[in-house]
């Protein structure tokens, strides 16, 4: 028996699948995150859960800075330590932010972070977060930035020599007091930047901001219930020999699932600050004659150095003894790290309007640094839909990369192994490099 649906019941029936078909996602979705993660907290925590959960994120890859840090300092623990907390807290792919950009100014290092995440082919949406949770403020801002008018240009010039941070002669330049509020917190000034190299790179992904929870950005104190990365470092270097009562304290900001991890690190003494440098730094100094082309140097800024290395005892004493009201203490130490890290200009290419930026010259290659096994299938998605190598270990690298991408690499290797040998003469432990050490 042959059984005939009516014409309206068949509109129907046509109808209800076409809507469950619509209501199930084409594609998967990828949330991108730049980050430090220096150390990983429950801040850090909520972001990735935010991105999962209310985002419905299928996978989040995150573009982390590697040994150093923005601040010119080695990060608190290991890149491996860290990419592995952020893979046991919900990311599903960290790859290594190359140290020149890893190590740069704001815009610097928001370009850098842009171009690798939006290299790999998959991510839809940049999550970051911010003190200020209007994304058309912040756009507004750096569409404002990015006009440079002559006036502008002007004010910031003139703000610049009076003596001013850049941040703070940028905030007086753009001629609005609830702008010039905004941009006197440290996550809307990168939030800032990341919408300006979404701009400049002409990148498809979508811009989200997650309104920054907890402690600000500068703000030492453990009584919050999320604690700052800072304040966690500032806690640990108070307390470097910490009783069962102090790191219970520190515990209490990190995600559970890191709790035995973080406190193997601590135990054996595996985590660097600013002056473990000192010794390779001053090494570093009486070396050269000359740092006009390092990264983030300049002719006065060199003399400076060269007419008082003699007075170099650590980092932090040398950065406070060269600060002045028209050189800012994060540039110096940026500047001290990258002649640390021998970086030079010519090693990064400058966001500016006479050099137009490729994603891909930028990032030219995908640094693994560990991945979960729900990130897996991301491997192969990125070899199909990502523009450049993807790098798994050194080791297979030179056959994949152009001589400069290679250089590029060498510098990571290197920022590596300075890392690596500052955290064995703390310890006495032998640690691997780049070349037999395993990713997560």
């Known amino acids: 028996m042959i059984c005939r649906l009516s014409p309206d019941r068949l509109y129907a029936i046509v109808l209800i699948s076409i809507l469950h078909l619509s209501s199930r996602r084409p594609y998967m979705k990828v949330v991108g995150i730049i980050a430090e993660y220096n150390p990983f907290h429950k801040g850090h925590a909520y972001q990735i859960r935010y991105a999962k959960e209310r985002l419905g994120a299928d996978y989040v890859i995150v573009a982390m800075s590697g040994p150093f840090t923005q601040r010119g300092t080695p990060a608190l623990?290991?890149?491996?330590?860290?990419?592995?907390?952020?893979?046991?807290?919900?990311?599903?792919?960290?790859?290594?932010?190359?140290?020149?950009?890893?190590?740069?100014?704001?815009?610097?290092?928001?370009?850098?972070?842009?171009?690798?995440?939006?290299?790999?082919?998959?991510?839809?949406?940049?999550?970051?977060g911010s003190e200020c949770p209007d994304l058309a403020a912040l756009k507004n801002i750096a569409d404002r930035i990015s006009e440079e008018s002559p006036a502008y240009q002007a004010l910031l010039r003139q703000a610049l020599q009076e003596g001013s941070s850049y941040a703070a002669a940028r905030a007086k330049a753009i001629e609005n007091p609830a702008y010039a509020e905004i941009l006197a917190q440290p996550n809307n000034i990168l939030a800032i930047e990341y919408l300006g190299a979404l701009s400049r790179l002409d990148s498809s992904m979508t811009p989200l901001c997650l309104q920054r929870q907890g402690a600000g950005y500068h703000e030492t104190s453990l009584d919050e219930d999320m604690a700052s990365a800072s304040g966690l470092r500032h806690f640990l270097a108070d307390h470097p020999q910490m009783s069962d009562q102090e790191l219970a304290l520190l515990l209490d900001q990190i995600p559970e699932a890191l709790h035995a991890s973080?406190?193997?690190?601590?135990?054996?003494?595996?985590?660097?600050?600013?002056?473990?440098?000192?010794?390779l730094l001053h090494y570093a100094l009486t070396e050269t004659q000359d740092f006009?082309?390092?990264?983030?140097?300049?002719?006065?800024?060199?003399?400076?150095?060269?007419?008082?290395?003699?007075l170099f005892a650590s980092f932090h004493s040398f950065c406070q003894?060269?600060?002045?009201?028209?050189?800012?203490?994060?540039?110096?130490?940026?500047?001290?790290?990258?002649?640390?890290?021998d970086i030079k200009k010519q090693d990064m290419l400058?966001?500016?309007?006479?050099c137009p930026l490729d994603a891909k010259e930028l990032a030219p290659y995908l640094r693994i640094l560990g991945f979960?096994?729900?990130?897996?299938?991301?491997?192969?998605q990125i070899k199909k839909n990502g523009t450049v190598p993807l790098i798994t270990?050194?080791?297979?690298?030179?056959?994949?990369?152009?001589?400069e991408a290679m250089h590029l690499l060498d510098k990571d290797i290197f920022a590596s192994d300075v890392y690596r040998m500052?955290?064995?003469n703390k310890t006495g432990q032998f640690f691997p490099n780049e070349y037999t050490r395993k990713f997560s």
Not at 100 to 119: D, E, I, P
Not at 292 to 310: G, M, P, V
Not at 325 to 338: G, T
């Open 262 to 279: 973080v406190k193997e690190l601590i135990h054996d003494g595996q985590f660097l600050f600013a002056d473990d440098t000192s010794l």
């Open 350 to 354: 400058l966001p500016n309007d006479t």
């Open 393 to 403: 270990s050194p080791q297979n690298a030179k056959g994949l990369l152009s001589p």
């Open 292 to 310: 006009t082309e390092i990264a983030d140097s300049n002719f006065d800024i060199s003399n400076k150095i060269l007419q008082n290395r003699h």
């Open 321 to 341: 003894l060269l600060k002045s009201k028209d050189l800012a203490y994060s540039r110096i130490s940026r500047v001290l790290c990258h002649i640390l890290l």
């Open 422 to 424: 500052m955290l064995s």
């Open 77 to 128: 623990f290991d890149k491996y330590s860290r990419a592995g907390h952020a893979l046991a807290c919900g990311a599903d792919l960290v790859l290594e932010l190359p140290v020149v950009y890893a190590t740069a100014s704001a815009q610097v290092f928001a370009t850098g972070g842009v171009a690798l995440l939006q290299n790999a082919g998959l991510v839809d949406t940049l999550l970051f």
């Open 372 to 380: 979960s096994d729900n990130g897996r299938p991301l491997l192969k």
